[in-house]
C-alpha cells in the first residue's frame, strides 16, 4: 500500500551535514509513523528517528540524539532525516521504513510493514 523511496545519501566528511529524503506514495495516509533505521553489513539493523505521521511527534536513538532532526512534509509526503556532526560510525547504508499500525514500539525493526531501497551514507574522517 506505500512505497518508499529514499535519496540524499553520499559520501561526506566527519563533522560534516547531510539531508536524506523519503519519498512516499500509494495509500500514503494510512501511514500511523515513519522512521529511519540504519545498517552496516553483519551488523543489525538499528534504529535512528521516527516521527508520528499524524502529530508530529518524534524518537531518536540515543547515539544520534542532538545531532540529527527527523521531520516530515505532509503535503509531499515525504520524510527528512538531516545528519549533523556527522562521525565515521555513522557511515551505513540508511533506510526509510512505514508502519499503519498503532504502536508504542518505534523503535523496533519488526513494528514497520515498508521499507525502501536504501542509501548510502559513508563519512570519512
Known amino acids: 500500500q506505500v512505497q518508499l523511496v529514499e535519496s540524499g545519501g553520499g559520501l561526506v566528511q566527519a563533522g560534516g551535514s547531510l539531508r536524506l529524503s523519503c519519498a512516499a506514495s500509494g495509500r500514503t495516509s494510512s501511514s500511523y509513523a515513519m522512521g529511519w533505521f540504519r545498517q552496516v553489513p553483519g551488523k543489525e539493523r538499528e534504529f535512528v528517528a521516527a516521527?508520528?505521521?499524524?502529530?508530529?511527534?518524534?524518537y531518536y536513538a540515543d547515539s544520534v540524539k542532538g545531532r540529527v532532526t527527523i521531520s516530515r512534509d505532509k503535503a509531499k509526503s515525504t520524510v527528512y532525516l538531516l545528519m549533523n556532526i556527522l562521525k565515521p560510525e555513522d557511515t551505513a547504508v540508511y533506510y526509510c521504513?512505514?508502519?499503519?499500525?498503532?504502536?508504542?514500539?518505534?523503535?523496533?525493526?519488526?513494528?514497520?510493514?515498508?521499507w525502501g531501497q536504501g542509501t548510502q551514507v559513508t563519512v570519512s574522517s
Open positions: 521504513a512505514a508502519t499503519i499500525h498503532y504502536s508504542l514500539y518505534l523503535r523496533s525493526v519488526n513494528q514497520y510493514d515498508y
Open positions: 516521527i508520528r505521521w499524524s502529530s508530529g511527534l518524534t
